[in-house]
């Protein structure tokens, strides 16, 4: 599998690809980039990604930095893997988890 790569679709919707693994997760974390004065919720699709806790600490840091924005985040099209990787942490009422819905862009 391909190496992890957040795509920006457009200014409020992105799309996570490939294997998030913990050499690049810390780069992968840094790749969300929030203007600041935004407030449209920022929607990642998660559809085409895979790593299990390694993907879990990238999402983690996108929902502190979007709280600390006061920005909302919304975790599109999660894999079965990382949704059993959360509930198994206890983490998955932490993370914004959205379900069953139509791929971005």
């Keep these: 599998m ?9 200014s ?14 810390e780069n992968l974390a840094d790749a969300l980039v929030l203007e600041a004065g935004i407030s449209q919720p ?15 600490l990238v999402l983690l840091a996108w929902q502190r930095r979007c709280l600390a924005l006061g920005v909302q985040l919304e975790l599109l099209n999660p ?18 988890l959205v379900l069953n819905t139509k791929q971005l862009g």
């Design 79 to 96: 894999p079965l893997q990382l949704q059993k990787v959360a509930e198994l942490s206890h983490l998955q009422n932490l993370l914004p």
């Design 42 to 56: 920022q929607r990642v699709d998660l559809q085409q990604a895979s790593g299990g806790s390694a993907l879990l």
């Design 2 to 10: 391909m190496k992890a790569e957040l795509v920006a679709l457009s």
């Design 12 to 25: 409020a919707s992105w799309r996570l690809v490939g294997q998030v693994e913990f050499s690049t997760a």
